[in-house]
């Protein structure tokens, strides 16, 4: 079998199964998040917090509850690092450094999970444990609460009133993350992911020498990681690691498990409004755009060129042999069209224009289908912006799932597309404009250019991955890349919420000859095409000085 009909044929498995838990899965979703009953274990939850899962909250309230809870967690992972020392199971690390520990925490309670550090080396089992391993559920599960709150903004009328965002993130995690994340990291095991608790150990190698090896929790953080779209993992070579994802069908189930709860969703979206095929053309958006990116991608990996190239099969510089050309490139598109971050090859190491379609896919606010929860409230944003351009092309007031889009919906969903693209340029430009961090680069060139800024548009963005090359493990990187990684995360919340409670406010309109059909593949065309020429339009000229220069040379 060759490797592009491999690739192809693990594509095609991979949307069969996509396809086969779309539906029950979504409509798990969607019960889980409608139903007025408590479990046991969420209620001793509810009176360990204190919170009151039955109360309602407007969006001030539902965002306050976010940003506590995720301040709360910034400072509790952040003391556990420095106090790694004194910790039991701290394979004989010590405290982590104060802004080492500043990125890291911002890091994995934003769901970004960017890491500036080899895991390996640097954190012991109870920080993986205790601390990364809890945001990855906790911070997914925040995601997936912002996006059900606006899913209600939609479909509830004249009430203002988002649900509570204590029962949402309490049931995200325990009937949704937890079982899911469970099951996984036991078919992990039995693929041959490591899981234990043991410390370090000294083994000889093949050519001779001694190395060492750490244990710990593999299969059940790489679980946790890829359903969560979280994407740090404990070994520094990240989902390329054999104790991660060992062999190409491991491989295929942690892409599966990248999409499935985004691309579900969709389902549930369409289930919550009350109109299932709402959420097929969201899914309809979403899967176009990540087929074109996956089929974009295996064609410029595999277009090889000279003898070398062409005796590998492709471009396999950076790639794992296990997994070859096919499943590097499904993974990679993954991977930076969610928020997930995980790698299984250096993003670096791709061809000039297939690293350039990993950072454009992040670029495009990592919609499609994005990550868990914020893929969901992304779209839908965008697909407020896609039928204002229609009103204006028709001269009618834009209105969307029977909600009108007025001057307050259309400034909330501006300033929402608006600060990611802000964040990535300022960074990008200072951090190449001031003398000392240009020395993290390895490469003064295009290349280098690009690994600047596919740092910031992943922090910004919070998707984690990054290209090697870059030396982010300095006080400036660390810092700046927090930074990008607290304000991209919190600051487009405040707009959803905010636009959420707008649209919760208003008396849906009736439905009349006039109205666009949203649910029509016309729409869905329209969407696709506002989300290109916005992005094109503002990251053009970057990506002109990177990916796009060096592609072209």
Request: aromatic share 10%.
């Amino acid at each position: 079998m060759g490797p592009v009909l491999a690739g192809v044929l693990q594509l095609l498995a991979l949307v069969g199964a996509l396809a086969l838990v779309h539906i029950p899965f979504g409509n798990y979703m969607a019960r889980v998040y409608s139903s007025r009953k408590h479990l046991r274990a969420e209620r001793w939850i509810y009176r360990g917090i204190g919170a009151d899962p039955d109360a309602r909250m407007t969006w001030p309230a539902y965002l306050r509850g976010v940003l506590a809870f995720s301040l709360a967690g910034v400072l509790f992972l952040y003391l556990l690092q420095r106090l790694q020392g004194v910790l039991p199971g701290s394979l004989g690390f010590s405290a982590v450094t104060p802004a080492q520990s500043f990125n890291t925490a911002v890091s994995f309670v934003t769901n970004t999970n960017w890491q500036s550090y080899a895991g390996e080396q640097t954190m012991g089992h109870v920080v993986q444990t205790a601390g990364l391993a809890v945001q990855n559920f906790v911070s997914a599960a925040v995601g997936m609460a912002v996006a059900v709150a606006l899913v209600r903004g939609f479909a509830r009328s004249r009430s203002g009133e988002l649900g509570n965002f204590w029962a949402d993130l309490v049931r995200g995690t325990l009937r949704i993350l937890v079982p899911v994340a469970a099951l996984a990291a036991v078919v992990l095991v039995a693929c041959g992911a490591l899981q234990n608790f043991s410390g370090v150990h000294e083994v000889g190698q093949f050519m001779g020498g001694r190395q060492q090896w750490g244990g710990g929790a593999y299969a059940s953080q790489e679980a946790i990681k890829e359903l969560g779209t979280n994407g740090g993992g404990v070994a520094n070579a990240n989902s390329a690691h054999p104790f991660e994802n060992p062999t190409p069908f491991t491989n295929l189930l942690e892409i599966f498990l990248i999409l499935v709860i985004p691309f579900s969703l969709t389902r549930t979206f369409g289930v919550l409004v009350g109109n299932v095929r709402q959420g097929y053309a969201i899914l309809g958006t979403m899967a176009g755009i990540w087929l074109g990116f996956t089929a974009l991608m295996m064609w410029t990996e595999f277009a090889h060129h000279g003898p070398a190239l062409q005796a590998a099969g492709g471009a396999m510089e950076g790639k794992e042999v296990r997994f070859g050309v096919g499943g590097s490139s499904i993974f990679a598109v993954s991977t930076t069209l969610t928020s997930t971050g995980a790698v299984d090859s250096f993003h670096s190491s791709f061809t000039g224009l297939g690293g350039g379609i990993t950072m454009l896919g992040m670029m495009l606010g990592e919609i499609a289908p994005g990550g868990v929860g914020s893929g969901l409230y992304g779209m839908l944003i965008m697909a407020v912006i896609a039928v204002f351009i229609a009103g204006l092309m028709v001269g009618r007031t834009p209105e969307y799932l029977g909600k009108k889009i007025g001057a307050r919906e259309m400034k909330l969903a501006a300033c929402y597309i608006l600060v990611t693209p802000a964040l990535v340029l300022v960074f990008t430009a200072a951090s190449l404009a001031l003398p000392t961090p240009p020395h993290s680069m390895l490469n003064p060139g295009a290349h280098g250019f690009s690994e600047v800024l596919y740092a910031f548009t992943s922090a910004s963005n919070n998707n984690g991955s990054a290209f090697a090359g870059l030396n982010a493990n300095t006080d400036w990187f660390n810092t700046m890349t927090g930074l990008a990684m607290l304000l991209g995360r919190f600051l487009p919340m405040v707009f959803v919420l905010a636009l959420a409670g707008s649209l919760a406010g208003q008396r849906p309109v009736p439905v009349t000859a006039g109205t666009l059909r949203t649910e029509k593949p016309l729409f869905t065309g329209l969407l696709v095409g506002a989300i290109l020429i916005i992005t094109g339009l503002t990251y053009f000229p970057a990506l002109a000085l990177g990916p796009l220069a060096e592609g072209l040379a």
